[in-house]
């Protein structure tokens, strides 16, 4: 009998650790439609643009949010305004200089303030983000929305998988970043703001 329940206690213990693993998301949209979003409103010239080179991957557990870990990468050489002479200023060398600088990225260490109700978590974001070449520790609102195999729904039958939502809107000084520090606030506004609604998967077998 001892033997049975302890095989028994075994073997539900390796269910619910099999039912506790972090599921693995991948933000590479195979639809393009993953985008970030960002608005400088300046006095003279409010600019609003967006980059769809969004890649990366988050670690997320069902059953734990808050041990959420990842990395979201944007290709800077997709930042794009309206205007396309000022997109090439803004990938330019006396801006972002995009050449120099490939990769605007936000990697998490840490979730703070974690609330869950049904699918659906917030939670304060901290971690390195980096711009223009300098990275600094931010803190950021975050909701992350789980999608239990919803991954068919969004591509097509037969696709089998989960779906993590991930959206955030946050700002910052372009002048932490050293993007032209106190010239051109007229036109160009010191602080820009950015949002980010972009959707993982995790196919399944």
Same mark, same amino acid.
């Given at each position: 009998?001892?033997?049975?329940?302890?095989?028994?206690?075994?073997?539900?213990?390796?269910?619910?650790?099999?039912?506790?693993?972090?599921?693995?998301?991948?933000?590479?949209?195979?639809?393009?439609?993953?985008?970030?979003?960002?608005?400088?409103?300046?006095?003279?010239?409010?600019?609003?643009?967006?980059?769809?080179?969004?890649?990366?991957? *988050?670690?997320?557990?069902?059953?734990?949010?808050?041990?959420?870990?990842?990395?979201? *990468?944007?290709?800077?050489?997709?930042?794009?305004? +309206?205007?396309?002479?000022?997109?090439?200023?803004?990938?330019?060398?006396?801006?972002? =200089?995009?050449?120099?600088?490939?990769?605007?990225?936000?990697?998490?260490?840490?979730?703070?303030?974690?609330?869950?109700?049904?699918?659906?978590? +917030?939670? =304060?974001?901290?971690?390195?983000?980096?711009?223009?070449?300098? +990275?600094? =520790?931010?803190?950021?609102?975050?909701?992350? +929305?789980?999608?239990? =195999?919803?991954?068919?729904?969004?591509?097509?039958?037969?696709?089998?998988?989960?779906?993590?939502? *991930?959206?955030?809107?946050?700002?910052?000084?372009?002048?932490?970043?050293?993007?032209?520090?106190?010239?051109?606030?007229?036109?160009?506004?010191?602080?820009?703001?950015?949002?980010?609604?972009?959707?993982?998967?995790?196919?399944?077998?």
């Amino acid at each position: 009998m001892k033997k049975i329940l302890s095989t028994g206690l075994m073997a539900l213990g390796l269910s619910s650790a099999l039912l506790a693993a972090p599921i693995s998301f991948d933000f590479k949209d195979p639809k393009g439609v993953n985008a970030a979003s960002f608005h400088l409103d300046a006095l003279l010239e409010p600019i609003s643009g967006s980059a769809n080179g969004v890649t990366g991957t *988050v670690s997320f557990d069902p059953s734990a949010p808050g041990s959420t870990t990842g990395k979201i *990468v944007v290709a800077a050489n997709t930042l794009t305004v +309206t205007n396309s002479t000022m997109t090439e200023h803004l990938r330019g060398g006396q801006w972002l =200089d995009v050449a120099a600088n490939p990769e605007i990225s936000f990697e998490l260490a840490s979730l703070a303030n974690v609330k869950t109700s049904g699918n659906t978590t +917030t939670a =304060d974001a901290t971690g390195k983000f980096t711009l223009h070449g300098v +990275t600094k =520790d931010i803190t950021v609102p975050v909701t992350l +929305t789980f999608l239990p =195999d919803a991954l068919e729904k969004r591509t097509k039958p037969g696709n089998k998988g989960d779906i993590l939502v *991930v959206r955030t809107k946050f700002t910052i000084k372009r002048a932490d970043y050293g993007i032209k520090p106190g010239q051109m606030e007229d036109k160009v506004s010191p602080e820009i703001e950015i949002s980010l609604a972009i959707a993982g998967s995790a196919p399944k077998a």
